[in-house]
């Protein structure tokens, strides 16, 4: 069986808790840093991985980490790897984490990409997200980064946030726009549960844009960002054409893929297994995985159409019959005739992609793709 061609290893710490955020992640004081690093390099060793086309260090904050600790784990993550010159490395950072000796630490590996956490430049909101960092430090990352020589970066930005105006939105885009980046992940806020801002929402104190406020942001950052250049290659990221994330390509692509760490999620020989997400468990159980499902045809069918419609280009019926038993005309042929009369997706026989107002209201079409299991 072919082996994966991706991994996505977890760090989940952070130094403080952002007030939307439900990821797996714990404040760092006090952790056992180091026990979990053993542990989580103990987990990789176990999968003889010597090939990979990209790998993606994510949290929590892997920038948490002291520059020791991230130069012990980049070392163990890629020795083991036959060659990392054609891999896209990615790891993720926190504005405020980003010290020279950070970035040099970043810099002297084989890393070449990194996702900075910026939400938004705009320090009210900064503080009132949760986030302990500030738009210069933001900016004074980036600039930094790009000293050192990384090209290849990417910022988050959030809309949508408790007391934003379409005003702070047009200024967030044209700070971003002023960096010309080669990439952009954007998210709408999500009100999750078990997070300060679910808490704040059901007290009646969050004072959220409307739904028809944050579609305006969402359409306004959209044009601007197409405007400038930026290809919209999936439902909230937009790059400069050659620097669409090949990592995250491979989850689209339903592939499979290496997940390692605790609460991480992975995808190997046909199982999609999640690992224990609690620091001391994940160290000291010998088998990490807490759930482990062999998926039905049904549910890779599934996989294949909402993963794939993510994606500008699409899903492939070539694709989709190449993979499965049964035809995607005769799984999904009434479906599809269904969404054709909408203007939410486009079908010319051989794509079926998703429109751009298939991309805002994409979880109604998902809902179509649902098959008896
Ligand atoms: S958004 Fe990122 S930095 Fe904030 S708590 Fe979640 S994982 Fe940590």
Redesign the pocket.
């Known amino acids: 069986m072919k082996k994966p061609e991706a991994a996505y290893v977890h760090i989940p710490f952070?130094?403080?808790?952002?007030y939307?955020?439900?990821?797996a992640?714990v404040v760092v004081a006090g952790q056992p840093v180091d026990a979990y690093l053993e542990a989580l390099i103990d987990e990789w060793r176990g999968y003889t991985i010597s090939n990979l086309k990209t790998l993606y260090i994510g949290?929590?904050?892997p920038t948490v980490l002291s520059p020791q600790q991230m130069k012990k784990l980049l070392s163990a993550l890629t020795e083991v790897l036959s060659d990392t010159a054609d891999m896209e490395i990615t790891v993720?950072a926190?504005p405020g984490d980003l010290s020279d000796e950070m970035i040099s630490a970043l810099a002297d590996s084989p890393v070449n990409r990194v996702s900075v956490?910026v939400?938004t430049f705009d320090n009210r909101l900064l503080k009132k997200i949760?986030?302990n960092q500030t738009a210069d430090e933001a900016l004074s990352a980036l600039t930094r980064l790009r000293a050192a020589g990384f090209e290849n970066l990417t910022v988050d930005l959030i809309y949508g946030l408790p007391g934003q105006t379409l005003d702070d939105v047009i200024r967030d885009v044209a700070q971003f726009l002023a960096l010309d980046l080669p990439h952009i992940a954007l998210y709408g806020l999500i009100l999750e549960d078990h997070t300060r801002f679910m808490q704040l929402e059901r007290m009646g104190k969050l004072n959220l844009p409307t739904d028809d406020r944050a579609a305006d942001m969402y359409e306004y950052i959209v044009s601007q960002l197409t405007a400038a250049g930026y290809g919209h290659y999936e439902i909230s990221n937009f790059s400069k054409p050659g620097f669409e994330s090949k990592h995250n390509l491979t989850y689209w692509d339903n592939a499979e893929y290496y997940g390692v760490g605790a609460g991480a999620s992975g995808y190997v020989n046909g199982v999609r297994y999640k690992n224990h997400g609690p620091i001391q468990h994940y160290i000291n159980s010998v088998d990490k995985r807490v759930t482990a499902d062999t998926l039905t045809e049904h549910q890779k069918m599934e996989e294949e159409l909402f993963l794939g419609l993510r994606k500008a280009t699409g899903v492939s019926v070539a694709t989709f019959d190449a993979k499965f038993s049964q035809s995607f005309s005769a799984v999904y042929g009434d479906v599809v005739d269904k969404l054709a009369k909408t203007d939410l997706v486009s079908y010319d026989g051989q794509i079926l992609r998703l429109t751009e107002r298939g991309f805002e209201l994409g979880n109604e079409v998902f809902a179509e793709f649902l098959l008896d299991t």
């Open positions: 952070c130094s403080q808790i952002c939307y955020c439900d990821f992640k949290g929590g904050t993720e926190n956490g939400q949760g986030r």
